[in-house]
């Protein structure tokens, strides 16, 4: 893995190597913390952060659906990352803020507990690689079903909930596949490990809806955008999973994997990358990277301190 030189932890900057916390850390546990994946991307203008506002507003309501109150207010947590990638002298890196409960009394209250935060900045290239990004990855239904509103809330991006993740993952690579595709509890396709999915049937793009236990994602809703303002119809509804090998396209989003079309799904050939993914994956790229005049508004410029 990359690493940095500094880490932002409870107020202060750390050494990368100094950013320790207690083995009896509540959420080292019980997985009660929350976190965000963003991503800084190097343009024109330099180094700029793709939806930010979106993601720390979304980190906060993670963290009060956990009944965490946020120790540091949006405002605080946007300018501390500025000066965390200037000071690591970073172009392009991905972030990540968590906010956790920390060391205090053990067991399931956490009430208690501090609530303590830090982000982490590295260099990370294309999540699902960059073979995967180009030409498409292989992906395969997972055995587990994604988390349901019945047992965990699928709108919070919390740490406990990403054993759902982790253990679909695991079975998927196992038996070699790229990617996992999660389908809901009421057995409609979901989104995929740390994506959400999109597919292309007719000149129409569908993608599940929240009701189908997604996470809601910055890009699912940029891409979104992006495809209907190309004049696509993108339709939210629920998914059959026979669809996807029906389909003439399926890509996936997120902050991770970018925009990552998917060529083959539980061994049925869907194709290479099609028009569609390619028109608008080549807008979501320019989006990301500031080559989208239309988009620019997405992009939070890094301020650089004077003094880093
Ligand atoms: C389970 C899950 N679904 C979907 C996404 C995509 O969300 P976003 O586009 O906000 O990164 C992610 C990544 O954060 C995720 O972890």
């Known amino acids: 893995m990359n690493t940095a ?17 207690h083995v009896l850390t509540h959420a080292l546990h019980y997985g ?38 946020m120790p540091y207010t949006r405002d605080e ?24 409960r920390g060391y205090g009394p053990m067991g399931l209250d956490p009430l208690a507990n501090p609530v303590e935060c830090f982000i982490a900045v590295w260099e990370w290239g294309a999540y699902l690689g960059e073979e995967g990004k180009a030409n498409g990855v292989r992906a395969k239904t997972s055995s587990w079903r994604r988390i349901s509103p019945e047992s965990l809330m ?3 991006k919390a740490c406990g909930q990403y054993l759902n993740s982790v253990l679909a993952k695991i079975e998927v690579s196992k038996a070699g596949y790229d990617e996992a595709i999660l389908l809901d509890h009421k057995g409609v396709v979901c989104e995929g490990t740390g994506e959400n999915i999109f597919v292309v049937r007719d000149g129409e793009i569908v993608t599940p ?3 189908a236990s997604i996470l809601d994602g910055i890009n699912r809703r940029s891409i979104i955008e ?64 500031g080559r989208a005049e239309r988009y620019r508004e997405w992009l939070d ?8």
């Not at 890509?251 to 049925?268: K, Q």
């Not at 410029?301 to 880093?308: D, T």
């Open 226 to 289: 992006i495809a209907r303002d190309l004049g696509y119809r993108v339709v939210e509804r629920d998914v059959a999973r026979e669809e996807l090998a029906l389909a003439d396209e399926v890509f996936l989003s997120g902050t991770a994997a970018e925009l990552t079309p998917v060529r083959e799904i539980d061994d049925l050939e869907i194709g290479p990358p099609g028009e569609i993914t390619r028109q608008v994956q080549k807008v979501f790229d320019d989006a990301l990277h």
């Open 209 to 211: 809806p929240y009701s």
């Open 77 to 100: 947590l946007r300018e501390v990352t500025h000066e965390l990638i200037a000071r690591n002298g970073l172009r392009s890196c991905y972030i990540r803020p968590v906010v956790y």
């Open 301 to 308: 410029p890094v301020q650089v301190p004077s003094k880093a």
């Open 154 to 156: 699928p709108q919070a």
């Open 5 to 21: 030189d500094l880490i932002w932890m409870n107020g202060e900057f750390v050494a990368w190597e100094d950013a320790k916390v």
């Open 32 to 69: 009660t913390g929350v976190f965000e994946g963003i991503r800084c991307y190097e343009t024109e203008q330099g180094p700029a952060i793709f939806r930010h506002p979106e993601h720390l507003d979304r980190l906060r309501r993670s963290a009060e659906l956990y009944h965490m109150d």
